[in-house]
């Protein structure tokens, strides 16, 4: 009997991060789940999952800042399972930097969330997953191929995780497969009260609505499991906003 594949995934206690631990759980993945603030929530993320399948999970809280805090994940995951076949770079900051007012410290706050993390987890996670055969994932945005207006550290931070995952595909392989999903509009921010905007941009978007988390998911899912054949690619899940700009 071939043994259960591990996945750690980072921001994995809300949102699309919640649904793609599900996802993986679901397809077979015992989880390392890693959450900054949310700990009751990922505390009941993992409880669910237990239900389904006993000693599945291991729970993680960290600032992904501190980067005593990155290969200690990886190590705390593979001492736990014995193996590490998949990350998911899911974990991200997003908050407005219009010109005239950035601050270093926001800056340093989205470079580690979007970038700086992820690299160092994927190169802490790189022998074991070497050793595996497994695969890395990215969570891009179309935004780091098309500027959002007065958010340019974020975009900024995210075209350098897009050029991350094009350059560890090349580095790691042939043994690690690394790939990124690029989501358009799949939940709104919490705080957005724009419906006039919302409304025009789905306008621009051929399919005419907004993704679910779980296609999101699904994604993730696939590049891990059945793309076996693909590494350097950014699968745009946008319903075709990118054609229209």
Not at 11 to 36: E, F, K, M, N
Not at 77 to 91: I, M, P, W
Not at 184 to 204: K, Y
Request: hydrophobic content about 45%; glycine content about 8%.
């Amino acid at each position: 009997m071939p043994p259960t594949p591990v996945a750690l995934v980072t921001g994995s206690a809300r949102r699309i991060g919640a649904v793609i631990a599900r996802t993986l759980h679901a397809a077979g993945y015992d989880l390392a789940l890693h959450c900054r603030h949310s700990r009751a929530e990922l505390d009941a993320l993992a409880a669910g999952l237990e239900a389904n399948r006993a000693g599945s999970t291991l729970v993680l809280q960290a600032d992904l800042a501190e980067f005593d805090r990155l290969p200690e994940l990886v190590a705390q995951t593979v001492g736990r399972f014995g193996r590490l076949d998949a990350l998911v770079n899911n974990a991200s900051g997003f908050q407005p930097t219009p010109i005239g007012s950035v601050t270093p410290a926001q800056w340093d706050a989205l470079f580690a969330s979007n970038a700086r993390a992820p690299f160092f987890l994927a190169q802490a996670a790189a022998p074991h997953l070497r050793a595996s055969g497994g695969a890395i994932v990215n969570l891009v945005d179309i935004y780091a191929e098309r500027p959002l207006r007065e958010h340019t550290v974020y975009c900024m931070a995210k075209a350098a995780l897009m050029m991350m995952t094009k350059s560890l595909a090349l580095e790691l392989g042939p043994q690690v497969r690394v790939n990124a999903v690029s989501p358009g509009a799949i939940l709104w921010p919490q705080d957005s009260g724009n419906g006039a905007a919302q409304d025009a941009m789905l306008a621009r978007t051929p399919l005419g609505r907004t993704g679910t988390p779980e296609e999101v998911a699904e994604a993730v899912r696939w590049l891990l499991q059945g793309a076996t054949y693909s590494t350097g690619q950014v699968l745009h899940l946008d319903g075709g906003r990118m054609l229209a700009g």
